[in-house]
């Protein structure tokens, strides 16, 4: 392999990686809250469907009409994980079921598929796709131009999240609140912190994050609509979240390394090196077994930045 | 929510409420309390468990809302609806169970939840802020030490220092000593009695009579979820308030024995075990000891100590690193449960509910969860459901389980009644061992009297009982030896009647001196 | 804010909540379902009797929801088996693809055998196949604590790329080497396929039969033996089953690789009874397993009554094949499984607590 294509594929790494960031990111804030959501295939989906008709429907100016899907597919996303809130969180179901029941509804044989049927989004491709830049003329620098300057605004936008993150959960006081929410909410609760409004806001947060990674595959990956076309996306980014041990920064990495396998096939094809190709489509998915092998075997008990009240409904009038 | 001007302090009384009623489903945990305490005093609220004490704090720190009633604070009438606007009402409570995010540092935990325009968190300003509220209060803690790295005592340090930091005017204190040694406890005690004099009114919720005597100005008695009266703790004694406690006459004697306890003639033999705790660290240290037959050991110590390890390693739950142990002279393999269970240990947890039981499964499945393998409980892997249920009715009767039949769950039964069905089953097996984990936590008073007399009535047969409890009282009412385990080693054995109050406590401490020291000698030197 | 609903706690459950709480969750989902039609302008009305027409309406159209049923039968029981006892393997999806994969091997290679022969050897490989894929996560759950939701889901996508290389992308064994132009699986030999069976006019596939005597064996297995006893004690307190010194982990193992096999044979019944050949890009668009999950929660987790469960949602999707088209959009089904299963989740608070309006108290 010469640097050539180490350097396409770190480009492209970045390139697939920033949808999985996003939910990554999405879910890492909606974990930390002590809320589990399964559901972010789901969310994607119905965020990438309702993209993709925001992009064939709002009229205006290509980069208002960008701007419009993203916001349109982040509300849907959100809309989406409010439903799973009201159900963990006011009527306490369990977690792992409500989220499948999400992904079941809004995934690629549900609603986000009765969407583009009815809306008939897969008839053309979006009309105003979310295109890389060239930020500052500086695409054609050697090696790093590709991989930093050679990107759609999103990814720009999900590095200034990682940072916007770390020092939320980090530095300030609401994010330290909310890690207490996450970790002890009975401790939450007793010190005038409002467990159920956390958690809340947060879990709605986690699917707008999910929505916008739903753009991006409907809008910058493919522009168009295919069922399902996330292809587990979304469950990648929940096991990344594990891999991350529930750090912004960490998950950053991640998403690039999964990012550089979903794209090994395309970028080897292209280029004609001859892998077989179900190999290729497979290893992001191997390798999430295996990381994850590796993460629960060796720290399992101590269960390294998990919020210790990860799944659990908090009910303060128990006896 | 209510700001409270403490300032003004022209009122007399700091709290009052009236009337409260608080309705679980199924239960009344509160019937129309009234309890009043003064500014300025040390206030205890005794009563047994279940009497109310925990649900009339949770009314008053905003956790629950009451049905019926109502709350003043300096005369001024209030409605909590939230540990919010209690604590900015100035009601700090320290719970039983703490209430602290274990990964975060003591800072970080006594700043949680403060209103404060800075949006950032300045870490070292914080800290200096601590250090200077615990040098005020003589509660010395590291501001920057993580949580979980501190000892029980350290923690409650930091809880008191939490409401302290809230400007909390009223404090209230659940059950504050369970986890200390006396002389803990009795530093606890100066540390109240100071913040009383400061002005502050602090509410000891208590049912240890010896404590409400030592620490309180007033004591209020809750029993079955009424108010029952308010005395002057100088005008009162243990034996009156027990009797208001209790509704009857109670007496703490010996233990009366019938059959002969054998020290000489050994069913338990430990021998140099050691025993790592979950986390891996060393929880069991070379202990050594022997339970003859009929003989009734006590273990105390301040939880935390390897006791609960110690008693995991018998029952067959953990495995040593180094060590064993032989029942009635047969070597038993350690780490395996069913081989305990073969040699003749029966062990009663301290989580009787999640360990020794099934929770949502029936009294009846309950009863066979050890037999459940054989015959006749099993016959060609088919569980005799017919057979089961015939036992569990026999054992419900024998053992006067109040259940509405054998195929309720047991996690709807009381607890007196969990442990009754818990010693049903251990004692059906017929042991040659007992290790029993604080085997009456928890239980009101007749239910306490109900488990001690069928554990000695056990080792009037024969059984040797090796006891586990924080409750020095028990164990000097029980046993015949009491062993003390601090830091994983078995510092102290001393035969009850040389015992005292004193020396136990202070070897719960780690604390040996020469009289203390091991009687029995040649068992472990004390760690220095 | 305080949510103006109040849950309260239950302290028994009464009897009649167990067919009240299915039938108000499934009230419930239709009308969610109704308000989605009429929100993109459909006539829910319409929708509803043309599904109940062309699911249960004729004799054809109940040969083709139990044919549709079946599969879901098998990826019900799959799912129920693990999620009654804190399991959850979502593998089923895979697990039935492995299943068909391990079948179809045999019954190209045994072809020519005695049907009953073939049969039974189909069965088998369906369930070791199935069996071995499972037990993948089960090991890895019991040994290194993995979390078997993700490892299961990501076993679904292996098996399906898997399927795609046995047919499309290599000249194995499953695919027909005449198919050149459009790659599809070597078909089976008519003396391989399952028996139909009829019964008042209705034509019952062995692989439905198959279920409701596997539903009783599991029944009998979780209520009457000591394996059942013991995996229920590891579901309702881990720390208990240990105490009583039952072993944890080959149960969780044993759990988890029954499932699988069922979901196997799940995936042997539909080569043998239904398309008689490997179809790789069928199996990956029906969704069973997924569907599964949805047929397990409405049972509430009974392995027995999942199959009936599967009829009803089996009709659903028959009734979708049935009429998709610009009428009747394909994700409209996928679309009501999914209300299903949050009325039924949902639905499960009811037998946990009882919901009360909130008094509102007014502050001074």
Not at chain 3, 29 to 58: C, D, H, W, Y
Request: net charge positive; aromatic share 8%.
């Amino acid at each position: 392999m010469n640097s050539n294509l180490l350097v396409i594929i770190a480009a492209s790494a970045v390139f697939y990686g920033t949808p999985i960031l996003f939910a990554a990111l999405g879910e890492l804030i909606t974990e930390r809250s002590g809320v589990l959501n399964l559901g972010v295939e789901g969310m994607m989906l119905i965020g990438a469907v309702t993209g993709v008709w925001a992009s064939q429907h709002v009229p205006g100016t290509s980069w208002f009409v960008v701007l419009a899907s993203i916001v349109i597919g982040a509300t849907a996303g959100g809309l989406v994980a409010a439903l799973h809130a009201f159900l963990v969180i006011t009527l306490r179901t369990n977690q792992t079921v409500s989220g499948l029941a999400i992904t079941i509804f809004a995934g690629g044989l549900g609603l986000s598929s009765y969407f583009a049927n009815v809306w008939n989004v897969a008839a053309k491709p979006a009309s105003h796709p979310i295109r890389v830049l060239d930020v500052a003329g500086l695409a054609d620098t050697p090696i790093i131009g590709p991989i930093l300057f050679h990107q759609t605004i999103l990814t720009y936008f999900s590095w200034l999240l990682v940072v916007v993150c770390t020092i939320y959960l980090f530095h300030t006081r609401i994010g330290m609140q909310l890690r207490a929410v996450g970790e002890s909410p009975q401790t939450a609760d007793a010190m005038g912190i409002n467990v159920v409004k956390y958690r809340y806001i947060h879990t709605i947060i986690g699917g707008i994050l999910a929505g916008v990674g739903g753009v991006y595959y409907s809008l910058a990956i493919v522009p168009t609509w295919v069922d399902g076309m996330t292809k587990g996306a979304g469950w990648i980014a929940i096991a990344l979240v594990i891999f991350g041990f529930w750090r912004p920064d960490l998950t950053l990495a991640g998403a690039y390394l999964f990012g550089a396998m979903q794209s090994l096939s395309l970028t080897l094809k292209a280029r004609n090196v001859h892998i077989n190709g179900d190999i290729l489509d497979a290893l992001p998915f191997v390798m999430t077994i295996v990381v994850l092998v590796a993460v629960s075997s060796g720290w399992a008990h101590k269960r390294i930045g998990a919020p210790a009240a990860l799944g659990q409904p908090y009910e303060r009038e128990e006896r | 929510m209510f700001e409270i001007n403490w300032g003004a302090m022209n009122q007399e009384v700091a709290v009052r409420m009236t009337g409260i009623v608080k309705r679980f489903p199924g239960v009344v945990a509160n019937d129309g309390v009234n309890f009043e305490a003064r500014v300025g005093e040390v206030h205890a609220l005794l009563g047994e468990n279940g009497a109310g004490k925990s649900t009339l704090s949770n009314v008053l720190t905003g956790l629950y809302r009451p049905d019926e009633g109502t709350t003043e604070l300096n005369g001024v009438q209030v409605s909590l609806a939230s540990p919010r606007d209690a604590l900015s009402a100035g009601i700090g409570m320290v719970h039983q169970h703490f209430r602290l995010v274990p990964t975060f540092t003591v800072a970080e935990n006594i700043v949680l939840g403060e209103k404060n325009k800075n949006l950032l968190i300045n870490a070292s300003e914080v800290c200096a802020r601590v250090e200077q509220l615990s040098t005020r209060y003589g509660l010395a803690v590291d501001p920057r030490a993580r949580v979980w790295q501190l000892s029980v005592g350290e923690q409650q340090r930091v809880e008191i220092l939490k409401v302290l930091y809230r400007g909390a005017k009223v404090l209230i204190l659940d059950e504050p000593t369970a986890v200390l040694t006396p002389q803990e406890a009795d530093t606890l005690f100066a540390t109240l009695r100071a913040m009383a004099k400061e002005g502050r009114t602090v509410i000891f919720i208590s049912h240890k009579l010896e404590e409400v005597m030592a620490v309180s100005d007033r004591v209020t008695v809750l029993r079955g979820g009424k108010t029952v009266g308010t005395v002057e703790t100088l005008s009162t004694s243990t034996r009156d308030l027990a009797r208001l406690m209790v509704g009857r006459e109670l007496v703490f004697d010996r233990v009366v024995r019938v059959g002969m306890s054998e020290p000489s003639n050994p069913v338990l033999e430990v021998s140099n075990i050691s025993a790592y705790d979950d986390r891996g660290n060393i929880a069991v240290a070379d202990v050594s000891f022997v339970v003859g037959r009929g003989e009734i050991v006590g273990v105390a110590g301040v939880s935390g100590n390897g006791q609960r390890e110690l008693a995991e390693v018998l029952g067959g739950m953990r495995p040593v690193i180094a060590g064993g142990f032989e029942v009635a002279g047969i070597k038993v393999t350690a780490g395996k449960v069913r081989q305990s269970i073969k040699a003749g240990v029966a062990h009663i947890p301290e989580d009787r509910l999640h360990t020794g039981l099934a929770a949502s499964h029936s009294v009846e499945d309950n009863l066979v969860l050890k037999s459940y393998r054989h015959k006749p409980v099993s016959k060609f892997s088919v569980i005799q459901r017919k057979i089961i249920r015939r036992h569990a009715v026999e054992l419900i009767e024998r053992y006067d389980v109040k259940t509405p039949d054998s195929a309720t769950p047991v996690r709807l039964l009381s607890g007196g009644n969990v442990q009754k069905v818990l010693l049903a089953r251990e004692f059906s097996a017929d042991p040659r061992v007992l290790v029993a984990a604080s085997p009456t936590r928890g239980l009101d008073v007749g239910a306490i009297e109900g488990v001690r007399k069928r554990i000695v009535e056990a080792a009037d047969r024969g059984v040797g009982v090796l006891i586990i409890s924080e409750d020095l009282e028990e164990l000097l009412s029980m046993s015949d030896r009491i062993l003390v385990m601090y830091e994983g080693r078995i510092i102290g054995d001393v035969p009850t009647v040389q015992a005292t109050r004193e020396a136990i406590g202070l070897l719960m401490g780690g604390i040996v001196t020469a009289n203390t020291g091991i009687s029995n000698a040649g068992i472990t030197e004390p760690q220095s | 804010m305080r949510s103006p609903l109040r849950l309260e706690r239950r302290l028994s459950q009464p009897r009649s909540l167990r067919w009240l709480v299915p039938l108000i969750s499934i009230g419930a989902a239709l009308v969610l379902g109704s308000i989605l039609m009429l929100l993109t302008g459909k006539n829910p009305i319409t929708v509803f009797q043309r599904i109940v027409e062309s699911g249960f309406g004729s004799k054809t159209a109940l040969r083709g929801s139990l044919i549709a049923a079946t599969p879901l039968a098998f990826t019900g029981m799959c799912a129920a088996i693990t999620f009654r006892v804190g399991i959850i393997n979502i593998g089923g999806e895979g697990q039935f693809f492995v299943g068909a994969i391990g079948a179809s091997l045999v019954g190209l290679a045994l072809g020519g055998q005695p049907t009953a022969f073939t049969i039974f050897a189909m069965i088998v490989m369906g369930m070791l196949f199935g069996g071995a894929y499972a037990a993948l996560v089960g090991v890895l759950k019991a040994r290194f604590h993995t979390n078997e939701i993700i490892t299961s889901l990501m076993l679904n996508y292996l098996a399906g790329i898997l399927l795609n290389y046995l047919i499309f992308n290599s000249t194995s064994y499953w695919r027909d080497p005449r198919s050149i132009g459009f790659p599809a699986g070597k078909p089976l030999e008519a003396r391989a396929w399952w028996p139909k069976f009829e019964l008042f006019g209705v034509q019952i596939p062995l692989g439905f039969l198959i279920a409701i005597v596997l539903g009783s064996l599991v029944l009998f297995l979780y209520r009457r033996t000591r394996f059942g006893f013991e995996v229920g004690v590891i579901a309702d307190s881990p720390q208990a089953a240990r105490y009583a010194g039952m072993n944890t982990r080959w149960k969780i193992i044993a759990v988890v690789t029954l499932s699988g096999a069922i979901a196997g044979i799940g995936g042997a019944s539909d080569v043998g009874d239904f398309r008689h050949i490997l179809d790789a890009k069928g199996l990956q668009l029906a969704g069973y397993g997924y569907t599964g999950i949805v047929v397990a929660a409405l049972a509430r987790f009974s392995p027995l009554a999942a199959v009936g469960v599967a009829v009803v949602i089996g009709g659903l999707t028959n009734a979708g094949y049935a009429l998709q088209g610009p009428d009747f959009q394909s994700g409209l089904v996928g679309t009501l499984q999914g209300l299903l299963l949050f009325t039924a989740v949902a639905g499960e608070v009811l037998t946990r607590y009882r919901i009360r309006l909130r008094r509102t108290t007014t502050a001074s």
